[in-house]
């Protein structure tokens, strides 16, 4: 009986000696994007365990060099021997690093990939490592633990990349009054709604003269603590759209229902959705009774009156200490006029986001959207709540105006998947103007002022033709002319300019479905002009059908509108 107890308690520990050595049980946080990353030791910044191996294979875009950034290497071994860190890629080795040895506070290798190997023996204490890497497209990398105090100039941009948030060290401060200097750049750029923590990207830093107080605040995950009085703070260099979007009426917000009790005087008091504004004092808005919650997602929809471009919400419970309501998670919607509801997705994994909403009753919480939303009407869908669903709202944000109207998430790579379904499209790809088409890619063009001229000249000749083609009968061209040209492969630029317009008359039922020349569109469905909110890039010079209503003489009128 004892040897066979024996034999059974052998069998069972060995898969655990085995499953101790194996590769990856020695990781520790791991964020990875297309061309930057953090990676840790298992249990950094405490002691890494012992006869554990991290092996990892890090690698950016083909055609680019890799840039390694160590952070921090505390390895308890002198020798090497037990425990190292290493780094291989396909010509060269690293290392192996430990101990008090010089480490290199940066590698840029001459390849895209590298396998880095943490390998640990017996030992008594050490954090281990943290690493970032990016690509070479951004030599200003620098890694999750950087502090503003440990740079001297006013003004500095750097490169951060994915996955800083979770690391531990304090940030202090909010994105209005500022950080403290102490506190750690990246993850007070996440706070601030700077950069996404799953991206990583460019930071603008401006470093002035300390206040005595900073005010912590809970923001895109990320909690901030108030701090004291420090010699130096710091800003991120805004966009510019970040103001309250404020609203002219209650009458803006309405919601899939409202709560309403009797006090104990008698009082009918009713949480209405018009109360949800958070800068109005007294009760939130609050959802029916709780067992209706089951039944339905309840909504909270603002109207913000016209098509903005919204980057951030921030949020609080019922705002009164003996209602300790609150939304502790949530999704967002979004829509435009004569459009369906889409909901707000995640970048990387094109999923639906779910944000991180209050912990009590009174303390707001802010969440940025990037990319923005750009819609006329916004649904706050609470998806986890304490006892009753109330909210207080308050949305951030811009008009859109020619300069942003045609924001695009520009990604690093083409591998990385967006929705094209129509009726369930994520906010990477974002939601068009009226006058920027569906999938189209907008680039920034270039041109010489002596090209630019010679191209106005050819612009000026496309649009004497079409004239001509309008007074013969025949505006919408040739079947010639409507095969693939040269003009295609330009690209759009961002920005129009002056605008001449001409309108192009077609009869009812001959030439409906005939096309521009030049031109090529997806019809839109329902709209009198079968080519309405078509653009197309002719030399220096915008083409743009806008929709218009019916002439006197029957005859749909399309208004082509040229821009230079």
């Known amino acids: 009986m004892v040897p066979g107890l024996l034999a059974l308690l052998l069998a069972v520990s060995a898969p655990l000696g085995l499953r101790a050595a194996e590769r990856g049980d020695g990781c520790g946080h791991l964020v ?28 950016v875009p083909k055609g680019k060099r890799l840039i ?26 690293y290392g192996p ?10 590698l840029l290798l001459s390849t895209n990939k590298v396998t880095v190997r943490f390998e640990s023996g017996s030992h008594i204490s050490g954090r281990g490592f943290l690493l970032t890497y990016a690509s070479s497209d951004h030599p200003d990398l620098i890694t999750c633990l950087e502090r503003a105090s440990h740079y001297l100039k006013t003004e500095y941009s750097k490169f951060c990349p994915a996955g800083c948030r979770d690391i531990a060290g304090d940030v202090s401060g909010n994105d209005v009054d500022g950080y403290r200097d102490t506190s750690l750049l990246c993850k007070a750029a996440i706070h601030a ?27 895109n995950g990320v909690l901030s603590r108030d701090g004291s009085l420090s010699d130096k703070r710091f800003l991120f260099t805004s966009n510019g759209c970040s103001g309250s979007l404020s609203l002219e009426s209650d009458k803006q917000i309405r919601a899939s229902s409202s709560w309403q009790w ?92 779910v944000f991180q909403g209050n912990s009590n009753f ?9 990319p923005p939303i750009l819609a006329r009407y916004v649904r706050v869908v609470p998806q986890t709540w304490h006892q009753r669903i109330a ?43 009226e006058e920027m088409p569906t999938g189209i890619n907008v680039t920034t063009v270039a041109i010489p002022s002596a090209l630019l001229l010679a191209l106005l000249v050819a612009g000026t000749g496309v649009f004497t033709a079409f004239r001509m083609r309008k007074k013969k009968g025949n505006p919408c061209g040739s ?66 059908l806008a929709n218009s209503p019916q002439g006197s003489d029957g005859n749909h009128i399309c208004k082509v509108i040229f821009a230079k």
Request: hydrophobic content about 30%; some cysteine; overall charge negative.
């Open 193 to 219: 709604g700077v950069i996404a923590d799953e991206l990583g990207g460019q930071i603008r830093v401006l470093l002035s003269k300390g206040i005595s107080r900073y005010e912590g605040i809970l923001a």
């Open 262 to 353: 009797v006090s104990e005087i008698g009082e009918q008091v009713h949480w209405s959705p018009g109360q949800a504004q958070l800068q109005d004092q007294g009760p939130s808005w609050a959802a029916g009774d709780g067992s209706n919650h089951l039944k339905q997602r309840e909504w909270l929809e603002i109207d913000l009156g016209e098509k903005k471009k919204i980057t951030g919400i921030r949020t609080t419970g019922s705002t009164l200490s003996n209602f300790n309501f609150y939304v502790k998670s949530f999704v967002m919607n979004f829509k435009n006029n004569n459009s369906k509801w889409k909901t707000y997705k995640g970048i990387v994994n094109n999923e639906e986001k």
């Open 68 to 93: 390694l950034r160590l952070g921090d290497l505390d390895i308890e071994s002198q020798t090497c021997a037990s425990d190292y860190l290493l780094f291989t890629s396909s010509s060269e080795q």
């Open 362 to 370: 009174r303390d707001p919480v802010q969440n940025n959207f990037i």
């Open 391 to 433: 909210l207080k709202v308050e949305l951030f944000g811009c008009q859109i105006t020619q300069g942003n109207d045609s924001f695009l998430w520009l990604k690093t790579s083409q591998t990385t998947h967006v929705s094209t379904e129509r009726e369930d499209e994520t906010i990477t790809k974002p939601i068009p103007s």
């Open 479 to 544: 079947t010639e002319s409507q095969k693939t040209g040269w003009w295609k492969q330009i690209k759009y630029p961002f920005s129009r300019h002056q605008s001449a317009e001409f309108t192009i008359n077609y009869d009812n039922e001959k030439d409906m479905t005939q096309k521009l020349d030049l031109i090529t569109s997806d019809m839109a469905g329902g709209e009198d002009c079968p080519l309405a909110r078509t653009h197309d890039w002719i030399g220096p010079t915008w083409i743009t």
């Open 32 to 59: 990875v994007y297309q061309d930057s990353g953090t990676m840790t030791s298992k249990n950094y910044p405490g002691t890494y365990p012992n006869h554990t191996v991290c092996e990892k294979t890090i690698t």
């Open 97 to 106: 690093y430990c101990g008090s040895m010089t480490v290199p506070k940066e």
